[in-house]
């Protein structure tokens, strides 16, 4: 498995294998987040889609979503 260098823990860790998220945000996190970050994001993601009833098909709940990732993944 590949290493790089993660934004989230500030370590080397796992790799992501593929881009995993699309659009400019998903290579972002593709190029700097690891395997071990984007699984804890999932955890969250799905408490807050839970605990606001989200609806992933509606866009202004995505965005909702969306910047709540980025602030996770990037503003540790």
Do not use: H, R, V
């Amino acid at each position: 498995m590949k290493k790089k260098f993660c934004f989230y823990f500030k370590k080397i860790k796992n790799s992501l294998n593929e881009q995993i998220y699309p659009g400019k945000l998903g290579n972002e996190i593709f190029k700097k987040i690891s395997k071990k970050a984007w699984l804890k994001w999932l955890k969250i993601q799905t408490i807050l889609i839970n605990e606001n009833n989200l609806n992933m098909s509606n866009i202004k709940d995505i965005k909702k979503i969306e910047n709540k990732m980025f602030q996770f993944l990037f503003k540790t």
